[in-house]
C-alpha cells in the first residue's frame, strides 16, 4: 500500500519557469511532510519542509503548498534552473517524537531543459 | 551543517562475503539513524532505525541476522551484510536526525554506498 503518491514519474519544464511537483498521500495521521532532491548514486538533500499546521512554507526559489483536506502537498520552483534537473521525493511522517519513520514517494525526475 | 558521511561510498565483493557500511554524524549528534536500501528508479525503502545504545528496530520482510547494526556512538552506526550475495547488491543509504538543528523529524541523509556483489 503506497501511502505516498508521486503520481507524476517525470516533468520537463524551461529554464526561467515554474516547476511544479505534486504529491499526494492517504495517511490522515501524516502530520509532518519533507521534499529531498537527488541526483543519480548521491544520497538525498534535505530542501523544505511543511507542519500540517501550515499551508504554506517559502524559502528562496522553493514554496511547499499543502492542502490538508485534499491529502495533497506541491513543490513550486520558481524560476527553475538547470541545476534543479534532478530526482524529488516528497515523504511524510505520521507521529512527532523520538522513533517517527519517514514515508516516501516514488520520485518524480525533473528536467529543466534551457 | 547536519552533515553525515559514509564509507565506503562504493564496494565490490565476493558471493559470501561479508560488509561493513559506516555512517557518521559529523558535526552533531544523532541518537537515532535510519538505513535505507534504494533499487534502480525505484523510491528509498526504510530497511532499519538504529537507537543509540540499544537494539535496532527492522521493518517488516528485512532479516536482521542477514543486516547487522550497531549504534555504538552519538556519531556512528554501522550496517553489516552478512554473508552477501548479488541480490544484495544496491544502493545504501543512511540518514540521521538532528535535534538541534530544524524539525525534529528532519533527516539527513549520507552520499549513499553503492554494493556490488559477485
Known amino acids: 500500500d503506497q501511502q505516498v503518491k508521486q503520481n507524476s514519474p517525470s516533468l520537463s519544464v524551461q529554464e526561467g519557469r515554474i516547476s511544479i511537483l505534486n504529491c499526494d498521500y492517504t495517511?490522515?495521521?501524516?502530520?509532518?511532510f519533507l521534499w529531498y532532491k537527488k541526483y543519480p548514486a548521491e544520497g538525498p538533500t534535505f530542501l523544505i519542509s511543511?507542519?500540517?499546521?501550515?499551508d504554506k512554507n517559502e524559502d528562496g526559489r522553493f514554496t511547499v503548498f499543502l492542502n490538508k483536506s485534499a491529502k495533497h502537498l506541491s513543490l513550486h520552483i520558481v524560476p527553475s534552473q538547470p541545476g534543479d534537473s534532478a530526482v524529488y521525493f516528497c515523504?511524510?511522517?505520521?507521529?512527532?517524537?523520538?522513533?517517527?519513520?519517514?514515508?516516501f514517494g516514488t520520485g518524480t525526475r525533473l528536467q529543466v531543459t534551457l | 551543517g547536519a552533515v553525515v558521511s559514509q564509507h565506503p561510498s562504493r564496494v565490490i565483493c565476493k558471493s559470501g562475503t561479508s560488509v561493513k557500511i559506516e555512517c557518521r554524524s559529523l558535526?552533531?549528534?544523532?541518537?537515532?539513524m535510519f538505513w535505507y536500501r534504494q533499487f534502480p528508479k525505484q523510491s528509498l525503502m526504510l530497511m532499519a532505525t538504529?537507537?543509540?545504545?540499544?537494539?535496532?528496530?527492522?521493518e517488516q520482510g528485512v532479516e536482521k541476522d542477514k543486516f547487522l547494526i550497531n549504534h555504538a556512538s552519538l556519531t556512528l552506526s554501522t550496517l553489516t551484510v552478512t554473508s552477501a550475495h548479488p541480490e544484495d547488491s544496491s544502493f545504501y543509504i543512511c540518514?540521521?536526525?538532528?535535534?538541534?538543528?530544524?524539525?525534529?523529524?528532519?533527516?539527513?541523509f549520507g552520499p549513499g554506498t553503492r554494493l556490488l556483489v559477485l
Open positions: 540518514s540521521a536526525r538532528d535535534r538541534e538543528r530544524g524539525h525534529q523529524e528532519t533527516q539527513y
Open positions: 495517511n490522515s495521521m501524516f502530520d509532518y
Open positions: 511543511i507542519s500540517s499546521i501550515k
Open positions: 515523504a511524510a511522517s505520521a507521529w512527532p517524537g523520538t522513533a517517527s519513520k519517514l514515508t
Open positions: 558535526d552533531f549528534q544523532a541518537t537515532t
Open positions: 538504529s537507537n543509540e545504545g540499544s537494539k535496532a528496530t527492522y
